[in-house]
């Protein structure tokens, strides 16, 4: 067939992955966010108890062997509300990339292809997104939209496409300029076909590059949105939320908060672990063209 | 005698580059006609225009060109007039066009097979399965060995040759009637410039082209040109039949560049030259602009520029002396 994967994998993949397994932080990474996934995916079964089981017996008990994470305020354990945390935060920090390059991309493309006046728009726009302190715009936009994990999402990627535009943007001048462009407008390529088929795959590598280093401060944005109580609403076991509710108890039942923060913390360390290698493991490639 | 059909016709056509530096006049009122079938040469120095004139065909300028005056008529359609709609049909299927470099003319993240089958696609709504195998049998006629194996490669794979090759293929898939040729071979060794030459000259006669090439070297001229038209900073400067330029050029740039060429030399001599350099288009000589070159200049060079005239049957030159030149050239 047209596509045989053998040649695909033999020809590009290999290349890629002999670099990436040689990056030892970049496996580390990997392995971390593999851990994750792993707990996000099989949260049913490892999880002792339901994340919204509410015990009053056992209410703030310190990590033991049958809570071990302990339990918080409601007597829920949290071992079991972190592992469900998971699948929000993953989903969370997935979606909010994919609206961001969703928005950024395009715009990009289209500053960087049409150029000119289309071009100054598109930055200024961008410049001005860029300008403003994303947590408090994101809180204005969530107080204008209401509570609940949706509209985090929505505001988090409001705030936060202006990278995606920029790179894209720069990387399609650096490509408009190359001949293959000259050479497709010669053959009737229509200009969005140019900017979908020509210009998209070829800056693809830094758009990946970006999604997996813009993870982590989405994850980090909607957490800290949830902990300032505008992101996922109770019995939701949200890190961000279960965060707020553990501050309370910080110093009669620290692991309340200190566990939610260690696994948002390793969440965001994997995808900036993993998002460096890519970057390293892509970038020699770019340079060769 | 049957009138020759022109194919194009570009009338006094005026092209500028903006820059931080004024306006750059890179094409200066030319005028040249096109005939269907024939190979057509524009032969100049770098920086000439020859390039521009080339890439204002298809209207593929850079953004910083401006068209100041004039048209170009293709088969009667002035093509800058046209809609942009109605020009992306032509270009590929009407017009197509081949790149000095073809090092970065294939695009590095498609199969080279689905670049040239992507243009039958565009303009004949051809499927898929259709357009691939049309690539692969006009990458076999392009000489592409093993075509059926390398349409599936991608172009880092390919050596320059074929690089040109394919974007030979590519350009021809659609059987165009003008094939603009802008230095084709000028980023290839001299062995593969021959092949291209060889097989651009048989896909001409093979689908009935027309071919406009634009080269700098003389060589390439004599062996593939019907006719030639010689440019000097944005103006043509003569226009004739190949034959009629080697053997009896007209005007003093004309007779320069073919006392160049290496080949010609009578005996171990110095190479000729022509002394000085082109001129800045940002600020051309007044009155003829070779005239700070010319061998042959008098006052009349310097106060008023020559007008293209045609001086013999299909031979025309901008000159005011050009029987001085003609004369020379015959008695030597």
């Known amino acids: 067939m047209w596509f045989n994967k053998e040649r695909i994998r033999s020809l590009e993949s290999n290349e890629v992955l002999r670099l990436f397994l040689k990056h030892k932080r970049g496996v580390a990474g990997l392995i971390l966010l593999s851990f994750m996934l792993f707990i996000a995916l099989t949260a049913d079964f490892i999880a002792p108890k339901r994340f919204d089981e509410v015990d009053p017996s056992s209410r703030l008990l310190p990590p033991s062997t049958e809570h071990i994470f302990g339990t918080d305020q409601l007597g829920r354990d949290i071992f079991s509300r972190i592992v469900y945390g998971a699948r929000i935060a993953l989903w969370v920090g997935l979606l909010v990339v994919v609206v961001e390059a969703g928005i950024g991309v395009p715009l990009g493309l289209i500053a960087g292809y049409y150029g000119g006046s289309v071009d100054k728009l598109i930055s200024a726009i961008t410049d001005m997104l860029w300008a403003f302190p994303p947590i408090i715009l994101a809180l204005a936009i969530v107080t204008i939209l209401g509570p609940g994990l949706t509209n985090v999402v929505i505001a988090v990627s409001i705030v936060s496409w202006a990278p995606y535009t920029r790179v894209v943007r720069a990387k399609t001048l650096s490509i408009m300029g190359r001949e293959f462009i000259t050479a497709a407008r010669a053959v009737g390529e229509s200009s969005l076909s140019i900017m979908f088929r020509y210009v998209l795959p070829n800056t693809l590598a830094p758009i990946i590059v970006l999604a997996t280093l813009t993870i982590p401060s989405a994850i980090l944005y909607t957490t800290a949105l949830s902990f300032l109580g505008f992101g996922a609403q109770p019995p939701t076991p949200d890190w961000g939320a279960m965060l707020n509710e553990g501050k309370d108890y910080i110093f009669k039942a620290p692991w309340c908060s200190i566990f939610p923060g260690l696994f948002i913390t390793l969440t965001a360390l994997s995808f900036n672990l993993l998002g460096d290698a890519l970057r390293d493991v892509l970038d020699p490639k770019l340079r060769l063209g | ?332």
């Not at chain 2, 030459?197 to 070297?217: C, F, M, Q």
């Not at chain 2, 003389?218 to 019907?226: L, N, Q, S, T, Y």
């Not at chain 2, 006052?299 to 001085?324: F, Q, S, T």
């Open chain 2, 1 to 332: 005698m049957r009138v020759p059909e022109v194919l194009l016709n570009v009338r006094d056509l005026r092209i500028c580059y903006e820059t931080s530096r004024g306006c750059v006049k890179a094409v200066e009122g030319v005028s040249l006609e096109v005939y269907a079938g024939e190979t057509f040469c524009l032969v100049g120095e770098t920086g000439c225009g020859k390039s521009t004139l080339a890439l204002a065909i298809p209207r593929l300028l850079p953004p910083n060109a401006r068209i100041l005056s004039g048209s170009i008529l293709f088969k009667g359609v002035d093509l800058l007039r046209v809609s942009d709609r109605k020009l992306q049909e032509l270009r590929g299927k009407e017009i197509a066009m081949i790149f000095q470099n073809p090092m970065t003319s294939l695009n590095p993240v498609h199969r080279v097979g689905f670049q040239v089958a992507e243009v039958p696609v565009t303009h004949f709504k051809m499927s898929w399965r259709e357009a691939l195998a049309t690539a692969v049998r006009q990458l076999g006629r392009v000489g592409i060995a093993d075509p059926d194996l390398r349409s599936r490669d991608y172009p880092h794979t390919f050596s320059g040759g074929m690089k040109q090759r394919s974007m030979i293929a590519m350009m021809t898939t659609c059987k165009p009637s003008l094939l603009i040729a802008d230095e084709p071979t000028t980023a290839l060794d001299v062995t593969i410039q021959a092949q291209i030459l060889k097989l651009l000259h048989e896909l001409k006669n093979e689908y009935g082209l027309t071919l406009l090439l634009i080269t700098h070297n003389f060589g390439i001229v004599a062996e593939v040109c019907d006719r030639v038209g010689v440019m000097y900073a944005g103006k043509i400067v003569e226009v004739a039949d190949v034959t009629e330029v080697f053997e009896a050029p007209l005007h003093p740039y004309t007779k320069g560049l073919i006392d160049c060429v290496v080949a010609r030399r009578k005996s171990k001599s110095r190479l000729n030259q022509i002394p000085g350099t082109p001129p800045s288009l940002l600020n051309p000589p007044t009155g003829c602009r070779f005239h700070p070159r010319c061998a042959y200049v008098t006052y009349e060079c310097v106060r008023e520029e020559p007008r293209l005239i045609e001086v013999r049957k299909n031979h025309l030159v901008a000159c005011h002396n050009y029987e001085k030149v003609g004369g020379v050239s015959w008695s030597s």
